[in-house]
């Protein structure tokens, strides 16, 4: 059986739109006929079930943790053909409260899902178990909206992850202690950033090079931006291509970005799919968009899209 394409949408921040995005992507796929299934893992406020019209969904991942369930047999029909949902809806346990072997239970377990794509919905914040399914994924992907505080905290997200993704790397090698005493002591070898801290270790050794180099290949984060107002609002996305780059050097594909739509709260509020109940809305052509170009790792045409003058309607 192939194995389908995992796809984690987080960000840090809550509140930014990650479960519409995840929802609304799967459903973009299914439409086209992927065989997708949506995993809520904000387990401490899931909410993607809603976004179907599911009020109490009959399975949830307490029964995978708890009752030993088979994630397979845990899918619910989210009334969408080809795209089935696994809520995190499951009370008091959080993303925090599970353990090692837990995590790595579903991680396998979400390996073997028979699907086209897997969308995983990820909670708020930076712990180890987000930051490890973030990194579990062949799509990276983080939301954020065009506010100071979410743009702060999807940065630190992103660093965050691409850090932990570092010292997976160095462990395996044995060169886990190296890693942590530069940054601990960076200010003695002039390191004042993350790229700095890459740039030092390559220029250490040919042997580190060679292992970052060929573990770091094809390592990308794609950016969303989402409830856009403004023509500025877009390009938000690329200030923040150029601050990855300039501060980690790191390739970031900005995908596409979603405008502020008032029937998409109508919607969530009436738990219909928006992208089934608004087809001629904006926001369905900017979704299908961001969803082919994280397909394919392309970057959205943001200077043509403000040239054709797109925002034109709610300006």
């Known amino acids: 059986m192939k194995r389908g394409k995992i796809w984690a949408v987080g960000g ?28 809520d893992a904000d387990l401490g406020g899931a909410n993607l079930h809603t976004f179907f019209g599911l009020n109490r969904p009959r399975y949830s991942l307490s029964d995978f943790f708890d009752k030993k369930v088979p994630l397979q047999e845990i899918i619910l029909q989210s009334g969408i053909p080809n795209l089935g949902l696994i809520t995190g809806s499951i009370g008091s346990l959080d993303s925090e409260g599970i353990n090692h072997a837990q995590k790595q239970k579903l991680f396998r377990h979400i390996r073997t899902l028979d699907a086209d794509h897997i969308l995983i919905d990820l909670g708020a914040g930076t712990h180890n178990n987000t930051l490890d399914t973030f990194l579990l994924a062949d799509n990276m992907i983080v939301v954020t909206v065009p506010e100071i505080t979410a743009l702060e905290n999807m940065y630190h997200f992103i660093k965050s992850a691409y850090f932990r993704k570092m010292k997976f790397i160095f462990k395996t090698y044995n060169l886990n202690a190296t890693i942590q005493d530069l940054w601990k002591n960076r200010a003695s070898h002039n390191i004042s950033s993350l790229k700095d801290l890459i740039t030092h270790l390559k220029e250490s050794s040919d042997h580190i090079r060679n292992i970052f180099d060929s573990e770091m290949s094809g390592f990308a984060v794609h950016i969303i931006v989402n409830q856009v107002r403004t023509p500025r609002d877009i390009l938000v996305g690329l200030n923040l291509k150029s601050v990855c780059m300039n501060f980690m050097g790191l390739p970031v594909i900005y995908s596409g970005y979603s405008r502020q739509d008032d029937a998409v709260q109508k919607n969530i509020n009436s738990k219909e799919p928006f992208m089934i109940f608004n087809r ?20 959205i045409s943001v200077r043509k899209d403000l040239d054709d003058g797109c925002l034109s309607k709610i300006l």
Request: charged share 15%; aromatic share 2%; no cysteine.
């Open 12 to 39: 840090g921040k809550g509140g930014t739109g990650k479960s519409f995005i995840t929802s609304s992507m799967g459903t973009a796929l299914a439409l086209k006929g992927s065989k997708t299934i949506l995993i």
């Open 280 to 299: 001629l809305s904006p926001v369905v052509k900017e979704v299908k968009t961001m969803t082919e170009n994280i397909l394919t790792g392309t970057n």
